[in-house]
């Protein structure tokens, strides 16, 4: 039967792969740019891996306060600060990443709709941030109430 524990673990582990893929992408970025951008010229593959490189540092940090978050809601701590600053830097990561991505789409256009991609994801993330933090302060007021 499947449950909320079985859900977290799928989530965790799906967060691991992707950190896994996102090493993969990064470690093979060189031979792939060369290998898929050919008709690229020489400045705009530096250009391309330079986004890659650039993008994979948001990426990472975005994935590690991904799983601190699911490790704390398997601990049932769900309503607590830290998960709001999670969630915080989660979407600071989607905004860093989708500046990236936007600046890069002056070399190559497609960049741009993964910017836009990015800061959207980042809007939404942001919201529920803001909808934990009241949470968290109705939780506070409910704890400290007699």
């Not at 705009?44 to 809601?73: D, K």
């Not at 993964?114 to 942001?126: D, E, K, N, S, Y």
Request: proline share 2%.
């Amino acid at each position: 039967m499947w449950n909320d524990q079985k859900s977290l673990l799928l989530s965790k582990c799906c967060v691991i792969l992707f950190m896994a893929l996102l090493l993969t992408c990064a470690a093979l970025a060189p031979s792939g740019v060369g290998v898929f951008f050919r008709h690229f010229s020489e400045s705009r593959r530096a250009y391309f891996l330079l986004t890659v490189f650039l993008g994979s540092i948001p990426s990472a940090a975005l994935l590690i306060f991904l799983y601190r978050l699911l490790h704390r809601i398997g601990l049932g701590q769900v309503f607590v600060k830290e998960n709001t600053e999670c969630l915080r830097y989660i979407s600071w990561c989607c905004f860093v990443g989708a500046a990236i991505s936007l600046t890069s789409s002056f070399y190559w256009i497609p960049w741009l709709a993964v910017g836009v991609a990015a800061a959207f994801m980042g809007l939404i993330v942001r919201v529920i941030k803001n909808v934990v933090a009241k949470a968290v302060s109705l939780q506070d007021d409910a704890d400290y109430t007699i």
